[in-house]
């Protein structure tokens, strides 16, 4: 999945959930479609302040008719009582216009899971809406057309593998659009460190930058150790999210691991005309950087890009 957001727009990744609220005093068509949502997680226990990988899946069954709309998705975590924590509304893939009966669609899709004071079981449902109507399809339905389609827990923040923030990073700030939504520049360089689990990790790194702030394309490094990491060409302003796998035999024998985030220029708005931030930005961070064991996320091979050894001329080297 490559979620979408230009710099201009600061458009929230995981978009304002159907149930806040188009829908939410409207039944739809009272005509049940032959079309049954499910999902599944790489793990049912995750930290708060983690990401989640969601397989999503629809099967049309033989009596599904053709849709003549592009029905968004709508996916809600819910708490105990059914009170809605956050959620990852999306267009299907294929979209749903090109359905055809007796077929499963599934895809995956990375999300985040934000830091709330909750814990404890959470609920999944799905749906599908087009403006203010939703579809009514095979499944439990818990009310709304929002169908039950799995069950997971949500830990305390305190799971994860904890960063020190060094030097680097200027202070987090919040989405003018999605209040909250965190976002943290860093300046050329930027440094955090782990301690060393001396077991093969995977960082998550979500971001983006104004590709047009650069005289020439900018490229990220995101490295551990002296040469060990992964060299990432940004090509638009648009966000990216890269799964990065550092082996644990490259992180040394050492109690903590630095971990380096190098742009290879920076810019700052107010010497470029565009506006007053007299800053040196280099990377725009959004939400954290979350780095877990591999071994807790039950990822395919490939679902990550592996770091190795880098070269002066752009990395990692062949082998």
């Known amino acids: 999945m490559k979620p979408r957001r230009t710099w201009m727009t600061g458009a929230a990744i995981l978009g304002a959930s159907v149930a806040l609220c188009p829908a939410c005093g409207r039944r739809g068509p009272s005509e049940i479609q032959d079309i049954t949502p499910s999902v599944k997680v790489n793990r049912m226990r995750a930290p708060l302040g983690s990401y989640v990988e969601a397989t999503y899946t629809w099967t049309t069954g033989p009596a599904a008719k053709k849709l003549d709309k592009d029905y968004r998705a709508f996916v809600q975590f ?3 009582q059914k009170v809605m924590l956050f959620g990852d ?3 299907p893939t294929p979209p749903p216009t090109a359905w055809e009966p007796g077929k499963t669609y599934t895809y995956t899709r990375s999300v985040f899971v934000p830091i709330y004071p909750y814990v404890g079981e ?4 799905m749906g599908l809406y087009s403006g203010r109507e939703r579809l009514a399809l095979k499944g439990e339905d818990l009310g709304l057309q929002a169908y039950k389609t799995a069950t997971m827990e949500f830990l305390p923040q305190t799971e994860n593998i904890f960063l020190v923030y060094k030097e680097g990073w200027h202070s987090p700030e919040s989405s003018p ?8 520049w860093t ?3 930027a440094i955090v460190s782990f301690k060393n689990p001396k077991k093969d990790i995977v960082l998550y790194l979500e971001a ?3 590709f047009k702030a650069f005289p020439e394309p900018p490229v990220l490094t995101v490295a551990v150790g002296s040469n060990v990491g992964l060299r990432i060409p940004i090509e638009n302003s648009e966000v990216f ?3 990065i796998l550092f082996k644990g035999e490259d992180l040394g024998g050492d109690e903590w691991v630095d971990l380096r985030l190098v742009m290879n220029q920076s810019f700052v ?3 470029l005309g565009i506006n007053q931030d007299d800053r040196e930005l280099g990377l725009m961070v959004y939400k954290s950087l979350y780095l877990a064991q591999a071994t807790d996320l039950g990822l395919a091979p490939e679902d990550v890009t592996v770091a190795g050894p880098l070269t002066e001329e752009g990395g990692p080297a062949k082998k």
């Open 187 to 189: 300046k050329r360089e």
């Open 122 to 125: 959470v609920h999944l449902v």
């Open 269 to 271: 708005p107010k010497d």
């Open 241 to 243: 999210l890269k799964r």
């Open 177 to 184: 659009e999605n209040p909250t939504l965190e976002r943290t």
């Open 208 to 210: 983006d930058t104004n």
């Open 89 to 91: 509304d999306h267009v």
């Open 78 to 80: 819910l708490d105990s």
